[in-house]
């Protein structure tokens, strides 16, 4: 199955006043298109750092990020504006969601930013429909139970098509009920539609939803129950392409 995205020794040092911090020291990994992976460590180990550099929020100290083939450490910042509209979706543990705004309203300011029409979209429908929320669309988010709001922001960020579906701590909100709602819906999209997804999470239990676990410790990599096996072909092998 085609590589999606792929890290290659993938460092990324902060400054914390005169010190130098390591967040990530070394991170190798690959993830083929229509994975549903979790990442787990626990607070501190580097899961967020590559997290927002796996979402073209931030470039990397040294090491390669693929996209696509495409190297977002050799981007400028109108090509990573590009990455993260078109690319990647981004699932957040705070809905984010505009108070004011309708859902329906929500998911159609990203589709505006994202260079698209808003209205009706037969994708869209679709994945309303399987997150149960096609009925929800005329409520703000105040109006909207925790679990719905996050499906709401699933529906958003999967409005542009992404390739790539990033998750920070999804159901870190939510109960328990509202939790399993979220991570099976999840699992549906991942099943019905192909849609590539990577979890970020401290919670085991979220693991259990996925195909493929990445444990991460302090800054590293430290077991992959799935790994692309020695040989495959890497994307930096393959001729870029354009974004």
């Not at 040294?62 to 910042?77: P, Y």
């Not at 579906?165 to 999840?186: Q, R, Y």
């Not at 676990?213 to 990599?221: P, S, Y």
Request: proline fraction near 4%; charged fraction near 30%; hydrophobic fraction near 40%.
């Amino acid at each position: 199955m085609k590589i999606l995205l792929e890290t290659i020794d993938l460092r990324k040092t902060y400054k914390v006043g005169k010190v130098d911090v390591q967040a990530l020291r070394g991170v190798s990994l690959r993830v083929r298109k229509g994975e549903l992976t979790a990442i787990m460590g626990p607070s501190g180990c580097g899961k967020s750092s590559l997290m927002h550099i796996l979402g073209a929020m931030t470039k990397p100290t040294a090491g390669k990020v693929l996209i696509e083939r495409s190297d977002i450490g050799d981007m400028d910042d109108s090509d990573l504006t590009r990455i993260r509209r078109e690319k990647v979706g981004f699932v957040f543990q705070k809905f984010n969601l505009l108070p004011t705004l309708t859902a329906r309203a929500n998911i159609d300011v990203a589709r505006h930013i994202r260079g698209l029409k808003t209205g009706h979209d037969a994708h869209l429908a679709e994945i309303l429909q399987l997150l149960m929320i096609e009925d929800k669309m005329g409520r703000k988010p105040a109006e909207l139970s925790g679990g719905e709001q996050q499906r709401v922001a699933i529906a958003r960020a999967l409005a542009s098509k992404p390739s790539i579906l990033l998750a920070d701590e999804p159901t870190g909100s939510l109960d328990t009920k509202n939790s399993e709602i979220v991570l099976n819906m999840f699992r549906e999209l991942n099943r019905k539609f192909t849609q590539t997804v990577i979890l970020v999470t401290h919670n085991p239990e979220l693991v259990t939803y996925t195909d493929r676990l990445i444990e991460m410790r302090d800054g590293i990599v430290v077991s992959d129950n799935d790994p692309i096996p020695e040989g495959a072909d890497s994307e930096l092998e393959q001729p870029a392409r354009s974004v």
